[in-house]
């Protein structure tokens, strides 16, 4: 059967996905409350009982703010690193001893018949991660809240058939938006967000083997388009040799307020 994969939301708001194989799914972060994790889970025939795991990427809460009541509520086995357990107990409030999972970065879990490979990222928070899921000979990989791509990273993300890949802001309209510069700072950071350059040059290096479809995430909804993040990477790609419109290689929405469709990672167009 393979992997697919819905993305609940993704931006500054609040962040989740959904990944199922055939005997696994499993929630990546817990960005908004229960309760609507719960509606936009629905709008995709799926519920809390379903779910045999939940993998967190790090303690911000635009990725933890239902973590605590979800978890509890549905008795589900939550994995993170010790350091991001640490750093998010305050905000996930007590969670049952047998429902914690300490998971090293780099190391690998074995649900049923998925495999979840996390990895470390450059961000500012305890000790991010990103998660790599293969099944059935298909592999998806998620990577968003990196301020740059190392070449551990793109290691990683290498031989990936589908990618969600953080495209937060265009740099012009950050520099030229209402924040304060110390918070310019740290986004255009080592430790802050990709910007949409960064993301084109991340999929320069990505395109040459198995990769089919980018889910560009994450967006700033003060500093980004979607038609720009596309448009802005088309142009990074084009500058490399790499026509992407004409291939079989498609950039693809996710939403901060609503799922994208399930998608069939190996399939060579998104389910609708």
């Known amino acids: 059967m393979g992997l697919r994969f819905t993305v609940l939301c993704s931006g500054s708001t609040g962040n989740a996905t959904v990944v199922s194989s055939g005997a696994a799914t499993v929630l990546v972060d817990v960005g908004l409350s229960g309760k609507k994790i719960e509606e936009l889970m629905s709008e995709r025939d799926v519920s809390g009982q379903n779910l045999d795991a939940i993998f967190v990427t790090h303690e911000h809460s635009d990725h933890i703010k239902g973590l605590g009541a979800f978890a509890r509520k549905h008795k589900l086995p939550v994995y993170a690193n010790e350091k991001t357990w640490h750093a998010m107990k305050r905000s996930v409030g007590d969670i ?22 996390s990895y470390a990222i450059s961000h500012d928070a305890a000790e991010p991660v990103g998660y790599c899921f293969q099944s059935d000979g298909s592999k998806l990989s998620l990577a968003t809240d990196l301020g740059y791509v190392s070449d551990k990273v793109l290691r990683q993300l290498q031989d990936s058939d589908v990618l969600v890949l953080e495209s937060n802001h265009d740099v012009n309209m950050l520099r030229m938006g209402r924040y304060p510069w110390n918070i310019k700072r740290r986004i255009l950071g080592d430790t802050g967000h990709l910007s949409n350059e960064a993301a084109g040059d991340t999929l320069t290096k990505l395109l040459n083997g198995t990769l089919r479809r980018v889910y560009l ?4 909804q003060e500093h980004n388009l979607m038609d720009i993040a596309k448009m802005t990477i088309g142009e990074v790609l084009e500058n490399n040799g790499i026509f992407y419109q004409k291939s079989e290689f498609a950039l693809c929405d996710t939403y901060y307020d609503k799922p994208t469709p399930w998608d069939a990672v190996k399939s060579k167009v998104a389910s609708l």
Do not use: G, K, N, W
């Open 96 to 117: 049952p001893e047998e429902q914690i999972r300490i998971m090293p970065s780099d190391s690998t879990v074995e649900i049923f018949d998925m495999r979840i490979d």
């Open 217 to 220: 995430a994450h967006l700033s």
